[in-house]
């Protein structure tokens, strides 16, 4: 047996050592061209910003917006395009940012471009609008209220000029919800924060219909049909179960919930908010 080991040895060592023969015979001789050293970068090369970054095209298509460099800071610039796409005249920029750079933006209809800044790096964020016709003379504060920190709850897509905003100027703990009219910056109240709302969402038809709450151990959701209505309470949970609220059905009178009560593990449910129970199994 042993003998037989060796045999099955030295035949696979002579095959391999046939198989190196073979390759150093069909080896290309040793190339006489001169080597070329590879070009060296800077560092700098690969942190520097680009010359012109995030570009989002207008719903319409008629103008490009992009960050660019301005006044030593990167701001936002707007492009004309002609009825085939192509740019047309030169870029304007439509902020002059110069203490920090603009972090991002986004269209607001076809007029408007909106982008948040703060002012002395307090990180009291305010929401601004600029209307594209203009240059950076033409900003809009939608919230300028000092020592006050504003975000954005929902962009309302389908209207061009209102967005929903929250900011705590009635109460520096809390976040009130207001609609906003990006043309005249004229907020109307949707929503007063009793202290305890953590959440908004809203339906496809832009109203402010569902909060979420939270102590630190129950969390609850609350539901209004319309926004002349009151808030209720419809489903409070403990730690232990999970009934998060995502976004309403299309037709605006359900949720999609993620849940496990019930349950072993979460699930996506329909959930009717007239009975606060979930519904169909997604």
Request: proline residues 4%; aromatic residues 10%; neutral net charge.
């Amino acid at each position: 047996m042993n003998r037989c080991l060796l045999c099955r040895t030295s035949v696979a060592a002579l095959m391999f050592a046939t198989l190196l023969s073979s390759a150093g015979a069909q080896a290309p001789a040793p190339s006489s061209a001169p080597i070329t050293a590879a070009k060296v970068y800077d560092v700098r090369d690969f942190f520097k910003k680009p010359e012109r970054s995030r570009f989002s095209l207008a719903p319409d298509g008629r103008h490009l917006a992009f960050m660019a460099r301005n006044n030593g800071r990167q701001n936002v610039f707007v492009q004309t395009l002609d009825a085939g796409g192509a740019p047309s005249g030169e870029a304007r920029a439509l902020t002059n940012e110069s203490a920090r750079d603009v972090s991002g933006f986004f269209w607001k209809g076809n007029a408007h471009v909106v982008y948040a800044k703060d002012f002395g790096g307090d990180e009291n964020f305010h929401v601004l609008a600029v209307p594209i016709a203009g240059d950076s003379g033409a900003i809009k504060d939608l919230t300028p209220y000092d020592g006050v920190r504003a975000g954005i709850v929902d962009d309302l897509e389908d209207d061009d000029n209102h967005l929903l905003i929250s900011h705590n100027k009635r109460d520096k703990k809390v976040f009130d919800v207001y609609r906003v009219d990006v043309r005249t910056g004229e907020a109307k109240l949707v929503a007063e924060n009793p202290g305890n709302i953590t959440g908004w969402i809203t339906d496809h038809d832009g109203k402010l219909r569902v909060a979420t709450t939270n102590d630190g151990v129950n969390t609850s959701v609350l539901y209004r049909d319309a926004e002349s209505e009151p808030f209720k309470t419809i489903v409070t949970s403990n730690f232990r179960e999970t009934l998060q609220p995502l976004f309403f059905t299309f037709d605006n009178k359900r949720l999609y919930v993620n849940s496990n009560r019930g349950r072993d593990k979460q699930a996506i449910f329909e959930f009717d908010p007239k009975i606060a129970k979930e519904d169909r199994l997604i």
